[in-house]
């Protein structure tokens, strides 16, 4: 649910990043971050094991327009993919506005894909969503590797919904703005219909 700040006149939205561990969730926003125009992008908080995983979240406000006279704002979030931070993930959902869902591509990965998405469907009926009502979109990460599964099949078992998804390479930023703006603008729409 979007926060309003009436004295700052701003709108704040939150996007969450959900995946497996590695899958490159945090590899996104990095990106994002590097990609941006400084006056357009807050700080860029990442918490990290010794092993570089996300341990709790990155946080990353973006500016994107503004909807009668109010700025919006983005706060972009990843969730720790492993499973020992159940927790972690269930307090980043709460407040969503939209969720990116990040799919490994490899093979040997679909298992974790699968088990993260329905873990997402738990996680969020836990905070009082549902996947079907929430602004919702796919990237399918990770396509220059070799031994990954097409994208047909990855669309077949993960995009039961039918969302529109993307194809991504987030080293290279293949696939991520338009992951991203996908998502904003879904959540835009949703703001307007009740502003």
């Not at 649910?1 to 969450?16: P, T, W």
């Not at 039918?162 to 696939?175: P, Y």
């Given at each position: 649910?979007?926060?309003?700040?009436?004295?700052?006149?701003?709108?704040?939205?939150?996007?969450?990043y959900?995946?497996?561990?590695?899958?490159?969730?945090?590899?996104?926003?990095?990106?994002?971050?590097?990609?941006?125009?400084?006056?357009?992008?807050?700080?860029?908080?990442?918490?990290?094991?010794?092993?570089?995983?996300?341990?709790?979240?990155?946080?990353?406000?973006?500016?994107?327009?503004?909807?009668k006279?109010?700025?919006?704002?983005?706060?972009?979030?990843?969730?720790?993919?492993?499973?020992?931070?159940?927790?972690?993930?269930?307090?980043?959902?709460k407040?969503?506005?939209?969720?990116?869902?990040?799919?490994?591509?490899?093979?040997?990965?679909?298992?974790?894909?699968?088990?993260?998405?329905?873990?997402?469907?738990?996680?969020?009926?836990?905070?009082?969503y549902?996947?079907?009502?929430?602004p919702?979109?796919?990237?399918?990460?990770?396509?220059?590797?070799?031994?990954?599964?097409?994208?047909?099949?990855m669309?077949?078992?993960?995009?039961?919904?039918?969302?529109?998804?993307?194809?991504?390479?987030?080293?290279?930023?293949?696939?991520?703005?338009?992951?991203?703006?996908?998502?904003?603008?879904?959540v835009?729409?949703?703001?307007?219909?009740?502003?």
């Open positions: 649910m979007s926060f309003i700040n009436y004295s700052s006149r701003e709108i704040n939205c939150k996007i969450v959900y995946g497996p561990g590695l899958c490159g969730k945090t590899t996104n926003l990095q990106y994002i971050y590097r990609r941006t125009n400084p006056e357009q992008k807050g700080k860029l908080i990442s918490l990290a094991t010794e092993s570089e995983r996300t341990l709790f979240f990155d946080f990353l406000p973006l500016a994107l327009g503004d909807i006279g109010f700025r919006v704002r983005f706060h972009l979030y990843t969730v720790p993919g492993q499973v020992f931070y159940a927790a972690s993930r269930k307090l980043i959902l407040g969503v506005d939209g969720v990116v869902f990040v799919a490994d591509s490899q093979l040997e990965r679909m298992e974790s894909n699968m088990e993260s998405l329905e873990d997402l469907k738990i996680n969020l009926a836990e905070q009082g549902e996947l079907e009502k929430l919702y979109t796919i990237q399918y990460n990770k396509r220059d590797l070799p031994n990954i599964v097409p994208v047909e099949e669309d077949k078992l993960l995009n039961i919904r039918r969302v529109t998804w993307f194809e991504g390479v987030a080293v290279t930023g293949k696939g991520v703005f338009e992951t991203l703006k996908a998502v904003a603008r879904q835009l729409f949703e703001l307007k219909k009740h502003y």
